[in-house]
């Protein structure tokens, strides 16, 4: 049984970082990706990062040189530490994952979500000052 838990959300002025931690049960991420998405309040989810079993990663354009992803295969944790956070960064972020990733990597599911992921509750990002 797959579990994700997103932790590390909060209220952060413009500029400022926070780090984003999925905890997975259930996957190992040596063979499963991982992908962090948001939605914002009356707009549509988006993707904005993910990391293949095989260590690829990939980014949405607006968070390039801003975000990173980033995995511990012993903790089974995948992180999304967030720079010079922007207003519009502000969202809900949801991790997810399936068991289709293994075969087919982060394309499995990233950016476009098919529907049958397997998804975490969330965790809330406020950049406002």
């Known amino acids: 049984q797959v579990q994700l838990v997103e932790s590390g959300g909060g209220l952060v002025q413009p500029g400022g970082s926070l780090r984003l931690s999925c905890a997975a049960s259930?996957?190992?991420?040596?063979?499963?990706?991982i992908a962090w998405f948001r939605q914002a309040p009356g707009k549509e989810r988006e993707g904005v990062s993910c990391?293949?079993?095989?260590?690829?990663?990939f980014y949405l354009d607006s968070v390039w040189g801003r975000f990173t992803i980033s995995r511990d295969d012993e903790q089974n944790k995948v992180y999304l530490e967030m720079n010079s956070l922007k207003p519009e960064d502000t969202a809900i972020y949801y991790c997810?994952?399936?068991?289709?990733?293994?075969?087919?990597?982060?394309?499995?599911?990233?950016?476009?979500?098919?529907?049958?992921?397997?998804w975490g509750k969330g965790t809330l990002v406020t950049v406002s000052s």
């Open positions: 997810a994952t399936d068991r289709h990733t293994v075969r087919l990597g982060c394309p499995a599911i990233y950016p476009r979500p098919y529907g049958g992921e397997d």
């Open positions: 259930g996957v190992t991420l040596d063979t499963y990706a």
């Open positions: 990391i293949s079993g095989d260590g690829a990663t």
